[in-house]
């Protein structure tokens, strides 16, 4: 049973305009939530993390807003960029030790310029 | 970029072979991880180490193994490969599990298993 969800396979959003990823996740445990991106053929990269004791993160352009009751988190980013175009992850983690994290399917988001 | 280096990137092997995959960290961090991402899976935790000889089980441990002797190696092992280990492995790292650390990827092994 898939404990972190991101249900939109893919996004197309014109550069300059703003991109919103969405998450859903079941487990109530989970107390951290990050993003990660991908690009072909290299390794995800960190971007934003958040708290559950917060409901919002801002860095840059980039901004990670969480709704703990709906169990629903969203990464913004804008303005858009052609750069930006990857696959991102959303990912949570129980905090006890290890950072065990626990994925979602991955979104593909493309810039279109 | 983390000082993380996977190696082979690219194996093809033959079902019931074993395979071993390496990770090798120069940052000195406690916690390594191997993960394998698949088409509509997302990356899946298979392994972890929490320091030298510590390991323990992810979330898809079946068919694999893990050792770590030093704390700059983390190894998985597919003891007798299988058609459905064919994908692309990812090890990580972390400094701790709290708040405000996080993990750092390789680059990834893409694995095909004949």
């Known amino acids: 049973d898939q404990q972190v969800k991101q249900n939109s396979p893919s996004l197309s959003v014109q550069e300059g305009r703003i991109s919103i990823l969405n998450c859903d996740y079941t487990?109530?445990?989970?107390?951290?939530f990050l993003w990660y991106k991908k690009y072909p053929a290299e390794g995800p990269t960190f971007l934003i993390s958040?708290?559950?004791?917060?409901d919002k993160n801002e860095d840059g352009r980039f901004t990670v807003f969480l709704n703990k009751s709906a169990k629903h988190l969203s990464l913004h980013i804008v303005p858009s960029q052609p750069g930006d175009s990857a696959v991102y992850f959303c990912?949570?983690?129980?905090?006890?030790?290890?950072?065990?994290?626990?994925f979602g399917q991955g979104t593909r988001l493309t810039i279109n310029p | 970029d983390a000082g993380i280096t996977q190696s082979p990137r690219h194996k093809v092997t033959e079902t019931g072979t074993p395979v071993t995959l390496r990770c090798h960290q120069t940052?000195?961090?406690?916690?390594m991880y191997w993960y394998r991402q698949d088409p509509g899976h997302g990356l899946r935790l298979i392994h972890y180490?929490?320091?030298?000889?510590?390991?323990d089980k992810g979330e898809v441990s079946d068919g694999y193994s893990v050792s770590r002797s030093k704390t700059e190696d983390f190894l998985l092992t597919l003891e007798s490969a299988t058609s459905s280990q064919t994908s692309v492995y990812f090890c990580?790292?972390?400094?701790?599990?709290?708040?405000?650390?996080?993990?750092?990827f390789g680059q990834g092994t893409r694995l095909t298993v004949v």
């Open positions: 990912a949570a983690s129980e905090v006890q030790g290890a950072q065990k994290l626990v």
């Open positions: 990580a790292i972390s400094e701790s599990g709290g708040l405000g650390t996080e993990a750092f």
């Open positions: 958040i708290s559950s004791i917060k």
């Open positions: 940052e000195n961090h406690r916690y």
């Open positions: 180490s929490y320091g030298v000889k510590d390991t």
């Open positions: 487990n109530s445990m989970f107390d951290y």
